[in-house]
Each structure stands twice: as C-alpha cells, then as structure tokens.
C-alpha cells in the first residue's frame, strides 16, 4: 500500500484526499518555472499545493493557490499550515473563473497544469474527471484569466500533453500571451514527446527559447538532467526507475 504523503526535503505534502496524486508532471513544472525576481505567484488549480510549495522553497514571493475542489483545498491548506513558508502561502476554495473575476491583484508568475485530454474518454471518478479534463475550466478561460492576472513583466508556465502544444500556443496569442521557452518531455530515449513545458509572457518574443529533457535512459537510470532539474527537492536523488526509495514510489511516471 502507497503512502498518504510525499516526503520532500524542506516540506511534505499529503495527497490522500485529492483526486490527482503528487507526479511527475506537477514535480518537474515546480521545478522548472523561472521564479526569478517574483514578488507576488498563483497556482491555478492547486491540488495538493505541490507547486506552491516548490515555489516558495525557491522564492520569497507571496503565493496564492486556487482550487476548486474542496477536499483538495482542505489539504492544500493543511500541507502549507505544516511549512517553513506558511505565512506566505494563501489556499481560496474557488474556481478559477469566479476567482480571476473582478480581482485587482497582478502576479509576476502564474502556474498550472490545467485541464487536459479535452477528447478523451473521461473517467467515472468524477472528481478525478474535473480535476484532469476541461469539464471544469477550459484552455480558453484560464489564459483569458491569466492574461488578465499577469503583470506585463510577468510569465505564465504550464504544463501540458505534447499533442496540445500548438493548440494552446495559439489561443494564448489570442489573449495576448505569447510563448517565450519550450521544454520538451519524454520517458526514455525511445519514446516520443509525451508532454511540454510552456512559458509565456506579455511581451512579443521573435524567437522561443526550446530544449528537450528526457526522464529516463536507455537503461532505466534516470538522466542527468531530470536529477539537475529535481535535485532541490528529493531527499534522495533519484538513480534508478525502479530504485526501492520510498520517496520515489510516490511519484508516477509520465
């Protein structure tokens, strides 16, 4: 049996009462935003509050953390109660929608891995269905809140599956965002694209900044660029996909 927590080195998060678990995907996008010279963050749709944790541990900006779910929300407020960072961590039980409405608040950075996999079959769990398909926030209202949330100066980093990648660059150049890094994800060597991490910001680029990262080599090791990426946060660095560290059996594989 898996545990209810995730042991990170400076905090710990609880995940039992969310529909969507501590993974790879939230792992690696807390670790690749750029949160550099940022005051004032957002993580939209925050499950657990994974995100906001990793940003805080790199930052000294005050984080909001929206979430819609209330059991989520409950334990996003719990995990960030028990960190070195709780009194810059805010959790608000809102949909994105009501809470981007009217909100006079600018953000330097904005994070989320939203909604996807809008054509696929959903699941019966239908907390699990909101949490991981559109049918509670689509692609077009989360840009048309974050543009309308960011700072000129500010970026918008996302994560999302590979297939949606230019679909999603160009609706967010309808609300005035536009893609300035890309970072390209795959499992192993011999594998396509699964996912892509994605930054934007107000200002017009000419050209976006791309990479690739790839989690795992050839011979099941993970790469030297996932434990870079990663290594501020595992307690231990992780060697190998199917290493026995109980810190790693937490996280799924892409």
């Known amino acids: 049996m898996s545990n209810n927590y995730f042991q990170f080195k400076q905090f710990t998060v609880y995940h039992d009462k969310c529909s969507m678990k501590v993974n790879t995907d939230g792992v690696l996008l807390g670790a690749w935003a750029d949160v550099s ?51 810059r961590i805010f959790c608000y039980h809102d949909s994105f929608q009501h809470f981007a409405s009217g ?50 100066s500010g970026r918008f980093c996302a994560i999302l599956p590979f297939s949606e990648k230019d679909n999603f660059s160009d609706l967010a150049h309808i609300y005035g965002l536009y893609n300035c890094r890309n970072t390209c994800v795959k499992t192993t060597p011999e594998t396509s694209f699964s996912r892509v991490l994605m930054a934007f910001g107000k200002i017009p680029v000419t050209k976006t900044d791309r990479t690739e990262i790839t989690i795992h080599q050839a011979n099941g090791r993970y790469s030297s660029d996932y434990i870079k990426i990663t290594k501020d946060y595992y307690l231990t660095c992780p060697i190998h996909k199917n290493t026995d560290y109980s810190v790693l059996k937490q996280v799924s594989p892409i």
């Open 37 to 87: 010279n940022i005051s004032r963050a957002l993580d939209v749709g925050t499950g657990s509050g994974l995100i906001a944790l990793m940003i805080a541990q790199r930052s000294d900006a005050v984080i909001d953390a929206v979430e819609i779910d209330r059991q989520a929300y409950e334990q996003a407020c719990a995990n960030a109660s028990r960190s070195p960072w709780k009194n």
């Open 103 to 152: 909100l006079q608040t600018r953000y330097d950075l904005i994070v989320s891995n939203p909604p996807f996999f809008s054509n696929a079959l959903k699941p019966a769990d239908k907390r699990k269905s909101k949490a991981r398909h559109d049918t509670g926030m689509t692609y077009e209202e989360l840009l048309k809140g974050t543009s309308a949330l960011l700072t000129t």
